[in-house]
């Protein structure tokens, strides 16, 4: 099944070249295609910052280009240099504050560059470290595929309806997407009938970007408005939910696009399996629950508009609390019916592939 999925690759969202860092404009597809160029880390968190590039892994791969980026700007200008890197890594993870994919990969590229004593190899390392993240994650999404892909033929083998939640393919990852790519994976199968992308207000990342990829694969796509989702699943046959996630907690309990806690609920009312697909490096094992996460809200103006004359609440993220979830899936293996020795005993697993 890898080789197929490998075949039906077609879209990325960021890519590094010549010792740029360039990015899909996610914030104005799907109806024009703009790379933009990066050359240093300011730059990069602010494009973190504005959804430029959006999606827990895209964030982290990004932020782990970012510091690279860090290091050839801060050893051309000279003097203490290491000092200015810790800062463009301060700044970087400030960007946004829910997805734990940034902070784990800020990490994993300070610790690299601590490393390194001789400063004439530290540009090449660092590349070489946020290249490995890129490519770490585009494997994992394979191999989530496949586990994800197995659970929706072991609930019935033939063509299913599925419904999914804001975008976490290949736009949102560094490769075949994690919730995406399950259902990339079950089409190839022969084991998809119809999905449902709920839009995802304010930001509409399931009309414009989820709708869009699936509709590129060929893979048939209806949009509805999120308020529709319970409705769906009374009316429509629905087995699966299928969502990604922004940080999970030592106990199982998930932060994701804001509506995926209400998403949950419904299809434990209605009799539908519930599927977090997710990298092992959005599990966040310091936090003991979901109470510990800390959930972003932006500014109320992407919800109403400028100038309206009302309050706005805008939460980003929202918290599934483990109960209601039947799987989560990572390239370490899966969990159902998640719980904090479940989660523990996940991640003291190597890789299955």
Known sequence: MRDRLLAAEKIKAIDWRDGALFLLDQRVLPKVQTWLRYDSAAAVAEAIRTMVVRGAPAIGIA????????????????????????????????????AVNLFWALNRMRERLERLADDA??????????????????????????????????????????????????????????????IRGAWLEGLVEQVYADETRPWLQGSRLTAWELAEDGIPVTVNADSAAAHIMRTKGVTWVIVGADRIAANGDVANKIGTYGLAVNAMHHDVRFMVVAP????????????????????????????????????????????????????????????????????CRKRLH
């Open 63 to 98: 932020a782990g280009y970012g510091v690279a980026l860090a290091a050839r700007e801060r050893l051309a200008a000279g003097g203490q240099w290491r000092a200015g890197v810790a800062a463009d890594i301060a700044l970087l993870a400030a960007a946004r504050p829910t």
């Open 121 to 182: 190899g530290v540009i090449a390392a660092l590349d070489a470290e946020a290249q490995l993240i890129h490519e770490s994650d585009r494997e994992a999404n394979l191999t989530m595929a496949q586990l994800g892909v197995d659970l929706i033929r072991k609930r019935q083998g033939h063509p299913q309806v599925l419904l999914t939640h804001c975008n976490a393919g290949a736009l949102a990852t560094g490769g075949f997407g994690t919730a995406l790519g399950v």
């Open 280 to 347: 092992s490096s959005t599990l966040d094992m310091s936090l003991e629950n979901g109470e510990d996460i800390v959930l972003e809200a932006r500014d109320g103006a992407e919800l109403v508009g400028e100038g309206a004359p009302v309050a706005a609440f805008n939460p980003v993220f929202d918290v599934t609390p483990a109960d209601l979830i039947d799987v989560i899936v990572t390239e370490k293996g899966v969990v159902e019916r998640p719980n904090a020795a479940k989660m523990s005993a996940l991640m």
